[in-house]
């Protein structure tokens, strides 16, 4: 019998990471899972648990160990007995922090530490969460153009925000590693836009605060602003498929289903739940920078202003076989999980 490989998947506890701990579960992967502190162990297993093909043997399939993206502690013994890394750890805040270090060094100094120990213990395949983040914000490219994965956001742009600038920084760490230092290591980034979808739990931090929002009625008006939306079910699904599709290894591979207006993800929210205060009115592009300049939650979008960001997500579709989600279906599925535990009241 052919024994099961390891995969470590850092930051276990994350909106993303626990649906790809259930997929590899699923996949018949054996799962470390890396934590900032071992009080979310119970989170993650219980997260999981109701959702697996087999849930009986899960204690002898997921373990745990303590790790962080600021200490060097722990890294290289994690690695003991991995076969795969799947690195989705980073920061990822509701508001812009007024030092773009706070985000910026440990999204580029984790990213490194992982690769280093991943590479002193032989481990060769890599798979890194990644963003479109990293993909979109180059101002010299046309708005009217799609973006694709040799597409990549300017760091150095001064509209960027310490967010974005945190996961370009961070992929681009990653591959230079990977080409300078650990050239035997094949390196996958996955690269999503707008995560939505059914949270497997209620730790959904950042990405469902934005319908969170819109369900409380929180603003009169709507900035005129899009994303591309994927669900977090495809998300996690790319990570487990990359392990050993063909042709995957050395690429990036964005994650996208498709692009959606602010006002329209609200159109349909208040579709779906008219009694609701969902805003509907667009506001004008003038007043949002105004109130850009005093607020910081407002700030970071202000870069985003009109852009019909297109996402390019032919790759994912030949390489991993990808079937996206569409984006209203991921939406609805964010709404009800968010509506039925009663957290938009």
Same mark, same amino acid.
């Given at each position: 019998?052919?024994?099961?490989?390891?995969? @470590?998947?850092?930051?276990?506890?994350?909106?993303?990471?626990?649906?790809?701990?259930?997929?590899?579960?699923?996949?018949?992967?054996?799962?470390?899972?890396?934590?900032?502190?071992?009080?979310?162990?119970?989170?993650?297993?219980?997260?999981?648990?109701?959702?697996?093909?087999?849930?009986?043997?899960?204690?002898?399939?997921?373990?745990?160990?303590?790790?962080?993206?600021?200490?060097?502690?722990?890294?290289?013994?994690?690695?003991?007995? /991995?076969?795969?890394?799947?690195?989705?750890?980073?920061?990822?805040?509701?508001?812009?922090?007024?030092?773009?270090?706070?985000?910026?060094?440990?999204?580029?100094?984790?990213?490194?530490?992982?690769?280093?120990?991943?590479?002193?213990?032989?481990?060769?395949?890599? *798979?890194?969460? $990644?963003?479109?983040?990293? /993909?979109?914000?180059?101002?010299?490219?046309?708005?009217?153009?799609?973006?694709?994965?040799?597409?990549?956001?300017?760091?150095?742009?001064?509209?960027?925000?310490?967010?974005?600038?945190?996961?370009?920084?961070?992929?681009?760490?990653?591959?230079?590693? /990977?080409?300078?230092?650990?050239?035997?290591?094949?390196?996958?980034?996955?690269?999503?836009?707008?995560?939505?979808?059914?949270?497997?739990?209620?730790?959904?931090?950042? $990405?469902?605060?934005?319908?969170?929002?819109?369900?409380?009625?929180?603003?009169?008006?709507?900035?005129?602003?899009?994303?591309?939306? /994927?669900?977090?079910?495809?998300?996690?699904?790319?990570?487990?498929?990359?392990?050993?599709?063909?042709?995957?290894?050395?690429?990036?591979?964005?994650?996208?289903?498709?692009?959606?207006? @602010?006002?329209?993800?609200?159109?349909?929210?208040?579709?779906?739940?008219?009694?609701?205060?969902?805003?509907?009115?667009?506001?004008?592009?003038?007043?949002?920078?105004?109130?850009?300049?005093?607020?910081?939650?407002?700030?970071?979008? *202000?870069?985003?202003?009109?852009?019909?960001?297109? @996402?390019?997500?032919?790759?994912?579709?030949?390489?991993?076989?990808?079937?996206?989600?569409?984006?209203?279906?991921?939406?609805?599925?964010?709404?009800?999980?968010?509506?039925?535990?009663?957290?938009?009241?």
């Amino acid at each position: 019998m052919i024994e099961p490989k390891t995969v @470590l998947v850092t930051g276990a506890s994350g909106f993303i990471a626990k649906p790809i701990v259930l997929e590899l579960l699923n996949a018949g992967y054996r799962v470390v899972g890396s934590l900032r502190t071992d009080s979310r162990r119970d989170e993650v297993r219980n997260a999981v648990r109701p959702r697996l093909s087999s849930p009986a043997d899960l204690d002898q399939r997921l373990r745990f160990v303590t790790l962080d993206l600021d200490n060097d502690d722990g890294w290289l013994e994690a690695m003991s007995g /991995v076969d795969i890394l799947m690195h989705t750890a980073s920061p990822l805040p509701m508001k812009q922090p007024r030092d773009e270090n706070e985000l910026v060094r440990p999204a580029v100094d984790g990213t490194l530490r992982a690769l280093r120990a991943a590479d002193a213990a032989g481990i060769r395949r890599v *798979v890194l969460t $990644s963003s479109t983040a990293a /993909v979109t914000n180059a101002p010299s490219k046309a708005d009217s153009e799609k973006f694709d994965e040799s597409d990549w956001s300017d760091a150095s742009w001064p509209g960027i925000t310490p967010y974005t600038k945190s996961k370009t920084l961070a992929e681009r760490a990653a591959w230079d590693f /990977v080409g300078s230092k650990a050239p035997g290591m094949e390196l996958t980034t996955i690269n999503p836009c707008l995560v939505l979808g059914q949270p497997l739990d209620d730790h959904y931090g950042t $990405s469902l605060r934005l319908v969170e929002r819109l369900l409380r009625g929180r603003d009169p008006v709507l900035p005129k602003v899009g994303l591309g939306v /994927v669900d977090v079910a495809d998300v996690a699904a790319m990570h487990v498929r990359a392990i050993d599709r063909p042709g995957a290894a050395g690429k990036r591979i964005i994650g996208a289903a498709e692009f959606m207006w @602010l006002a329209e993800i609200a159109g349909l929210l208040k579709a779906e739940y008219p009694r609701k205060r969902i805003p509907l009115r667009t506001a004008p592009d003038l007043l949002i920078r105004l109130i850009g300049m005093f607020d910081r939650s407002i700030r970071s979008i *202000v870069p985003l202003l009109g852009r019909r960001q297109e @996402l390019h997500n032919a790759r994912a579709r030949t390489l991993l076989d990808m079937d996206f989600i569409p984006a209203a279906e991921s939406v609805r599925a964010a709404a009800r999980y968010i509506m039925e535990r009663g957290l938009a009241d």
